[in-house]
């Protein structure tokens, strides 16, 4: 199993693939990549998103959410994400996932925002993409309002953002409660990070952020 690994794969062989371990992987263009470890405030922020996802879901089944499920985005490439919620009940055919999350931590960041976010940006049935610091108090919000149109909105601090897909707010406190971040001044709208917080210093606080028009 191991020297099949080395191989490329398309998707339909890597569902089938086992290597016999609890390690988990994604297929890259055909390569099979192992996820990356999670800290433990990246466990901590996940759990959170799943709470409060699940429950501005209630009674609306079967939209449901669910824990690092698989999204295909072709023949050879499929990624794993955080949290996501998937417009109809489990079946053995392809999710159809309307917002995905993914927990930005270092060994990942670069990799999620770089190569999986354009291939979230391209499903035609995705609404909502949320991609949420680990290691600071921020969250970037993509939200689809055409068919080939999302915005995309920066949120830091104790900001609040609003959720067109789950009819809430959704307040970055909740998201980050007891991940061991450093809360923002009060009346602050801008979070010092961990670095600040380090040296007794606080930066002065910025606007919530800013958003723009994408086009995938």
């Not at 959170?48 to 939209?63: D, E, T």
């Not at 969250?139 to 789950?166: C, H, K, Y």
């Not at 923002?184 to 919530?208: F, K, Q």
Request: aromatic share 6%; with cysteine; hydrophobic share 40%.
């Amino acid at each position: 199993m191991a020297d099949q690994a080395l191989k490329l794969m398309t998707v339909d062989e890597f569902l089938t693939w086992d290597d016999g371990t609890d390690t988990r992987y994604e297929l890259d263009a055909g390569v099979v990549s192992p996820v990356a470890n999670q800290s433990n405030a990246h466990g901590t922020i996940k759990g959170a998103l799943c709470g409060l996802i699940g429950n501005a879901l209630r009674g609306r089944s079967p939209i449901h959410g669910e824990v690092s499920p698989v999204v295909r985005i072709n023949h050879n490439t499929m990624w794993m994400t955080d949290f996501a919620v998937n417009a109809r009940l489990t079946t053995r055919e392809p999710a159809e996932l309307i917002l995905i999350v993914e927990v930005l931590s270092a060994p990942s960041r670069t990799h999620d925002l770089g190569r999986k976010l354009p291939d979230y940006i391209a499903l035609p049935y995705l609404r909502e993409i949320w991609m949420v610091d680990a290691e600071r108090r921020w969250v970037q919000v993509w939200t689809r309002i055409g068919d080939a149109v999302f915005t995309v909105a920066t949120i830091m601090g104790n900001a609040v953002f609003e959720s067109p897909l789950l009819n809430s707010l959704v307040e970055l406190d909740d998201i980050y409660a007891n991940s061991g971040l450093c809360p923002p001044l009060t009346g602050s709208v801008h979070a010092p990070s961990p670095a600040w917080c380090r040296r007794g210093r606080w930066p002065r606080p910025e606007p919530r952020g800013s958003s723009r028009e994408c086009r995938p």
